[in-house]
């Protein structure tokens, strides 16, 4: 095997995960253009958090990760998830 062989299987990962990330930014902005109503929020939050967990399987090498890694970000989403839950449920209880 040369060099460019594995200079090629280095890249590979890395160069498909950001094509992906272009495709779902061209979802995104697409979806900003066409009147869908309410369904354009729920359209955006797929998209973003399809990038986001893109984000951390392949970019941040979750994937190869060790177990403390793994309960380390299982945590991590854990407690974003608990916030937001309790951000909005403080917004939808307040009568403005």
């Known amino acids: 095997m040369n060099a460019s062989d594995r200079s090629w299987r280095l890249w590979k990962?890395?160069?498909v995960a950001w094509l992906v990330l272009l495709v779902l930014l061209?979802?995104?902005?697409?979806?900003a253009y066409w009147?869908?109503?309410?369904a354009n929020t729920a359209i955006n939050l797929v998209l973003a958090a399809a990038m986001v967990g893109l984000l951390?399987?392949?970019l941040m090498d979750l994937c190869n990760a060790t177990a403390l890694i793994h309960i380390v970000a299982a945590a991590g989403i854990f407690w974003s998830v608990f916030?937001?839950?309790?951000t909005f449920a403080d917004y939808w209880t307040r009568h403005y």
């Open 13 to 15: 990962g890395p160069l």
């Open 26 to 31: 061209a979802g995104s902005i697409a979806s």
């Open 35 to 38: 009147p869908l109503g309410a």
């Open 83 to 86: 916030m937001f839950a309790l």
């Open 56 to 58: 951390v399987i392949y």
